[in-house]
């Protein structure tokens, strides 16, 4: 298995760097929906547990349309984050390895990339 080293951050392109922090971001928007969505689940569970059976109360149907909004928000966030880290690859000129995931790959390059401005 050959390894080929990765780019630096700073022989990428403008728009690679520029679909980069919106992987970045849109990784940033997915962590927060997934934490929603979780919040949510908890709330609907803990609520519908006491609840009488029949018609839902008011705020068992609200936390149901949050929890509804919230995984549509992390669809929508994911989505975005493989679009942009599939513009990425492309710009960068880099080939995902077999046998890895494009969502794998790009989280270890933004990993890798930021443990370097961070040391």
């Known amino acids: 298995m050959t390894s080929h080293p ?3 951050a700073a022989d990428l392109s403008p728009e690679a760097i520029a679909l ?7 990784r940033a928007a997915m962590d927060d929906a997934a934490r929603d969505t979780a919040t949510a689940s908890d709330e609907l569970r803990r609520y519908a547990k006491f609840s009488r059976p029949g018609q839902p109360s008011a705020h068992i ?6 929890q509804a909004t919230a995984r549509m928000d992390s669809a929508r966030s994911k989505q975005a984050f493989l679009q942009a880290a599939q513009g990425f690859v492309r710009a960068a000129g880099l080939v995902v390895p077999a046998r890895v995931s494009l969502e794998s790959f790009v989280l270890g390059w933004i990993s890798a990339t930021s443990d370097r401005h961070t040391a």
């Open 6 to 8: 990765l780019p630096s």
């Open 20 to 26: 980069l922090e919106k992987a970045r971001m849109s």
């Open 61 to 66: 149907v609200q936390l149901r349309q949050r």
